[in-house]
């Protein structure tokens, strides 16, 4: 099995590293500077908001184990560039409100709706690009410093704009949130999703953020800006955290506002809950080990009694996205939007590996590491490239042939598998 598995890894470490320069783009147009696209003929000339985040992580490992100082030097004007790009935007802006969209064409992009907050914006994983690029630069933050306020005021419309009073963060809407049709947030009302893959994703930005102006020397600023993270954290742990079911969930913030006129006949104990948690086995939960939100004990529970589930998301390749037990649980072909609804994809995978491995739950990050490993290199054996997602129980390519993407993130999780160094996200 060991030699089954060494030899499974060498081969993606041949083929996925060998055409690394396929995601570096020239700047042009509405891009200033060269960039990074996942590498997928899907994306081939465009700057995604969290594919170039992560497919970053994985060029660094590549680059790690068969790159030169002259490859990582050709390569960091394109990782930076991937950051600054979403950043000329803010800093263009005709007011400081700091709005960025989802993604960049060379034409343009889509400019945002009248009502500037009635729409989701880029997802909050810029700061995370940055500060890990600042990380593996040695804590060289200098590039950034012109850029510090428009990251600071991306962060702020986040905080002011689209953040329930009860401290958790929800989307506007159902479009652009990167886990397309998660039931928690498909198809409900507006603003009514304080979504735990949203919130953990903003507690990692937060964190971020803080250290990006550390970096810069305004230590005062980045404490303001840790605070807000801690503070998010103890509301994910208020109303998130199932003490029932040992997982976290998703809550639904729509609810009737509560005043004299609406609560009239019921004035003699008005509601005092300001969310339902919304009990949907969504695999976004295993997100509060990757953000380390969760405590040890939670973190124990989430891998005895939901990774190691086979009814609800263990499976034989990976992470179920959605439950088998929830009732829309489906994994029929779907690209607009794409599903989320049970197929195993890589960045799941990938992330919830990070999760375990956080936590010192290191057999489980195993198992789930030569899971993936698996999938990937009989893939690659098979069809000659990697697929967006996969059948939970035998593996077999659903959607999208080409798809490269955080797919390579695989090149991570097998350094660690080989006790190599390998790279991690911010």
Sequence with gaps: ???ELGGAIGLLRRRLGEDYRGMFRAAGGALRHPFLTPGSEQYADVLWDW??????????????DNGSEEASAEAWEYEKGSVLNFLEVARRRPQPDGWIPINIRRDGFDPPPHDLYSANMHKPCLAQHAAFLVREAGGDAEWLRDYAYPLQCFINNYRNHHRHECGLYFWQNDAGIGVDNDPCTFGRPPRSSGSIFLNCLMYKELKALAYVLAQLDLHEVAGQYDADAQELARAVQQHCWDERDGFFYSV??????????????????TRDWPCLIQRLGVWSGFLALWAGIATPEQAARVAKEHYRNPRTFGAPYGVRTLSKLEKMYNVRASGNPSSWLGPIWGISNYLTFRGLLRYG??????????????????DLQRFGALHEYYQPENGEPIL???????????????????????????
């Design 252 to 269: 639904d913030l729509n609810l009737t506002p509560v005043h004299r006129g609406l609560w009239a006949l019921h004035a003699g104990q």
């Design 361 to 378: 739950l290191d057999d489980d990050a195993r198992d789930l590491a030569r899971k993936t490993v698996r999938l990937f290199s009989r």
């Design 51 to 64: 594919d170039c985040w992560l497919s970053n992580i994985a060029l660094r490992q590549i680059l790690a």
């Design 1 to 3: 099995e060991e030699e």
């Design 400 to 426: 999208n042939r080409g798809f490269q993407n955080w797919n390579y993130l695989v090149l991570n999780i097998s350094a660690w598998l080989l006790h190599r160094p390998f790279v991690a996200e911010f």
